[in-house]
Structure formats: structure tokens, C-alpha cells
T-cell receptor
Framework: SQTIHQWPATLVQPVGSPLSLECTVE??????LYWYRQAAGRGLQLLFY??????ISSEVPQNLSASRPQDRQFILSSKKLLLSDSGFYLC???????????FGEGSWLTVV | QKEVEQNSGPLSVPEGAIASLNCTYS??????FFWYRQYSGKSPELIMS????GDKEDGRFTAQLNKASQYVSLLIRDSQPSDSATYLC?????????????FGTGTRLLVSP
């Protein structure tokens, strides 16, 4: 079966510090991968999507970047966090044959 | 106009009642629609998808789609306190060379015992 895992589950980081969130998918090959952010009381915002290794598109200009070093690995990074980067970050995947997005467990980021 | 709109709620219903959750969308050519449930502090989980006009039933859940009115709804029969959560409507829209899933802000459902 297909599964997705992301970590860490929670982290508290000071302003200006770097960030790395990681996500891996199992049970399928060449998935479409996504990073979403959900700010408090707001909807899910698509940050990045990837249709293949080194094929990453950004939906909104921001302080974050994404990389896909392996087929089933997706990483969200920042060199210097801002207070406004706080939120709930969700990695997700879909398959070529499927139309549905499935989410990982999520990562709570608090920038202080 | 937002691409996907939902009433934020909360929608309060007594246990055993039918909960009706509504969603409207702006992109007339959208073909795929989804309902996700999100418990507080957790990630969204898929409840149902619907692609054709009409009703689609899965257990206590029924999704309804009306493309002419650009309207999709979710009915929950025999509501249980465990159904208390935020329900997210999602619509697949065409982006620049890519079809992306756009989410509404969600409707919070409270089912009282």
C-alpha cells in the first residue's frame, strides 16, 4: 500500500534560523509531490509541487524552497525563518493514475 | 471571488441528525471534487471524491454535485460526536500546465451528544 511520512512533527525555531522538513512516500513510483501550508484559521495554501526529480514549481513567492533529491523524497527548506513562516506544513502526494491527493501527518512549525 | 468557498461555521447538529455541508466553486471547467475531514491538530483525510453530477453515497456520507450551479455538498447521516471536525472542500483547477487542488477554508462541524 502507498504511505507517506513527514518529519519532524513539531518544531520551535528562532527567527533567522534555517529549516528543513522532510517527506518520503512508499509504495509507488514517480508520485506527484506537494507542500502545503495551513496558517491558523486559514485554508490550505499550495507552496510547491513536483512532477519529477528536479522538477519543482513554486506557487507563491516566499522565504521557502523545495528540493526533490530522490523520486520519493521531498524536502522543504529555508535559510532564514520569519515569524510569518509559522504554521502547519503538510506534504502530500498523488499518483499518475490517481486524481486524489493524500497527506502526510503534518509538521507544526512555530517561529519565535 | 475565491476559487472555493465554504461557510466557516460552526455548524451545530445533535447526535443522530443529518449534517449538510456546502461548497461553491468559481471555475466552470472543474471536473474533480473532493471532501476531506480534518480533526483539530491533524492532517486532512479523504472522505469522498465526486466527478459526475448527482449523488454519490458511501456509508453515512453522500456527496452531491451540481456543475450547472457550481455547487458541491456533503451530507452526513446519523451524525456522531466523532464526526466533529473541520470539513474541507477541494476542487481540481487547471493551473499553468498543471491541475492543482484548491481547498476551501473549511466548515467546522460540532455534533452534540
Amino acid at each position: 500500500s502507498q504511505t507517506i511520512h513527514q518529519w519532524p512533527a513539531t518544531l520551535v525555531q528562532p527567527v533567522g534560523s534555517p529549516l528543513s522538513l522532510e517527506c518520503t512516500v512508499e509504495g509507488t513510483s514517480n508520485p506527484n509531490l506537494y507542500w502545503y501550508r495551513q496558517a491558523a484559521g486559514r485554508g490550505l495554501q499550495l507552496l510547491f509541487y513536483s512532477i519529477g526529480i528536479d522538477q519543482i514549481s513554486s506557487e507563491v513567492p516566499q522565504n521557502l524552497s523545495a528540493s526533490r533529491p530522490q523520486d520519493r523524497q521531498f524536502i522543504l527548506s529555508s535559510k532564514k525563518l520569519l515569524l510569518s513562516d509559522s504554521g502547519f506544513y503538510l506534504c502530500a502526494f498523488s499518483t499518475d493514475s490517481g486524481n486524489t491527493i493524500y497527506f502526510g501527518e503534518g509538521s507544526w512549525l512555530t517561529v519565535v | 471571488q475565491k476559487e472555493v468557498e465554504q461557510n466557516s461555521g460552526p455548524l451545530s447538529v445533535p447526535e443522530g441528525a443529518i449534517a449538510s455541508l456546502n461548497c461553491t466553486y468559481s471555475d466552470r471547467v472543474s471536473q474533480s471534487f473532493f471532501w476531506y475531514r480534518q480533526y483539530s491538530g491533524k492532517s486532512p483525510e479523504l472522505i469522498m471524491s465526486i466527478y459526475s453530477n448527482g449523488d454519490k453515497e458511501d456509508g453515512r456520507f453522500t456527496a452531491q454535485l451540481n456543475k450547472a450551479s457550481q455547487y458541491v455538498s456533503l451530507l452526513i447521516r446519523d451524525s456522531q460526536p466523532s464526526d466533529s471536525a473541520t470539513y474541507l472542500c477541494a476542487v481540481r483547477v487547471k493551473g499553468t500546465g498543471f491541475q492543482k487542488l484548491v481547498f476551501g477554508t473549511g466548515t467546522r462541524l460540532l455534533v452534540s451528544p
